[in-house]
């Protein structure tokens, strides 16, 4: 009988539109929920008969039904936080996690460290990305993300580099002497190297002009940081030669005798090298580094790269996703770097709670790599993506599935008094 069929026909439109009153409730339940997408119910009409068979037409619809729930994958607002381990995904692309289920894929930056230094989310899944090499260099193999707890080793003074001006118009009259290294010298500077252990030393570089365009100059030490020294006592441990060219460059720089064999059981018979510049008779164009002009001598900048023993006393990511770590000992050395995942169909992505989704033969497979690359996200640095849920929208959505709701409703009780005068037709 057609008036039963319109009886089911009204029972469809309530579970569809209580299902989408559903959808509606989760979304508003969510407005606050980090990297969440608010997701949008999609009806399908039923078709039960045909008058006419095949020729078409003249078709009666059976009802509606939830043919999809479909996330509405829009970029949610960036907000700035002051927590370190925040991260924020601009654009396409999932963070990727391990976890004791396996793999899977969150917009929810709000990360921390474990007391085992692992980066995790709020449900302990670790987040995954590519780790640094010894020197610092990232290589593309995806490990989690940990920071390393112990001293990171000390590194002994390989080469310091100096940019000095060394006074043209001084005469060549003063004749070094290792007892009044200040007196006998025309410049002098001090300069930091590290040993072998990591001890600090502390070197005084001495300058003299032996003729024109001609400098020799010496690095001494208190003898007491060296083996066999006798403290109090100045030491010479390296000692070299400077030449320029007519108009002030440096046209050569060699190291004529070293000695440096520090004290406290270090590498005996360190080689340093002492970088004074781009020199002329090294292929370099003698503009960078020291040179001779008619100017005060003085040094403008100095450097060497050896470093003490250290341990992390900062963490932080900068907006490639690259987590740097800071050491006591001033050094600074990249740890990893956050990898984003990128699907082709992430609508398809199956939820499983806690901000995460698995991959789905629908999603397809993803294409992991950098961020900023490939089509993925930017990351931002102590920031958050937040909900993309409007509630004003919701509350209008909420009040039109009511009606719809009330509405279907109205068809059930209309059928159920046109049956009751089916039956009242027998007295």
Excluded: C
């Amino acid at each position: 009988m057609g008036i039963l069929s319109s009886l089911y026909t009204g029972v469809s439109g309530l579970t569809a539109h209580g299902e989408a009153l559903g959808v509606t409730a989760d979304n508003i339940a969510n407005a606050n929920t980090t990297g969440f997408k608010a997701s949008r119910a999609e009806f399908q009409d039923i078709i039960a008969k045909n008058l006419k068979g095949i020729l078409g037409g003249n078709q009666i619809g059976r009802g509606v039904k939830i043919g999809a729930v479909n996330p509405i994958l829009n970029q949610g607002n960036v907000d700035s936080t002051e927590k370190v381990t925040d991260l924020a995904i601009s654009g396409d692309g999932y963070f990727l996690l391990k976890g004791s289920d396996g793999q899977s894929f969150t917009r929810d930056g709000s990360f921390h460290f474990d007391r085992d230094g692992f980066l995790t989310t709020n449900d302990n899944q670790k987040i995954q990305g590519y780790m640094a090499d010894e020197s610092g260099r990232i290589i593309n193999k995806t490990a989690d993300i940990r920071f390393p707890r112990a001293l990171i080793p000390a590194k002994a003074t390989q080469e310091v580099r100096m940019d000095l001006n060394l006074d043209s118009r001084v005469e060549p009259t003063k004749k070094f002497n290792l007892k009044d290294p200040y007196y006998t010298s025309h410049f002098s500077t001090g300069i930091e190297v590290f040993d072998s252990q990591g001890n600090k030393h502390l070197v005084t570089a001495f300058f003299n002009k032996t003729k024109d365009r001609e400098w020799e100059w010496r690095g001494v030490v208190d003898g007491k940081e060296v083996k066999d020294g006798d403290p109090g006592k100045m030491t010479e441990i390296v000692k070299g030669k400077l030449t320029f060219s007519v108009d002030g460059k440096l046209n050569s720089q060699e190291i004529t005798d070293t000695n440096m064999n520090f004290a406290g059981g270090a590498l005996q018979g360190q080689k340093v090298k002492f970088n004074f510049g781009d020199a002329l008779a090294d292929g370099g164009k003698g503009l960078e580094g020291t040179k001779q002009y008619g100017r005060e001598s003085d040094i403008i900048t100095w450097g060497q790269d050896g470093a003490s023993a250290g341990t992390i006393t900062n963490l932080s990511f900068n907006d490639e996703g690259v987590l740097t770590a800071l050491y006591s000992n001033g050094q600074a050395a990249d740890l990893a770097q956050i990898v984003l995942a990128k699907f082709e169909n992430a609508e398809a992505l199956y939820k499983v709670g806690n901000n995460r989704f698995k991959e789905s033969r629908e999603a397809g497979s993803p294409a992991v790599g950098q961020p900023n690359r490939a089509g993925r996200g930017k990351l931002f640095a102590k920031s958050l993506e937040r909900s993309t849920v409007d509630l004003a929208s919701e509350f209008v959505q909420l009040i039109q599935g009511q009606r719809n709701f009330q509405a279907n409703s109205k068809t059930i009780t209309t059928t159920d008094e046109l049956l009751n005068e089916i039956i009242q037709l027998k007295r």
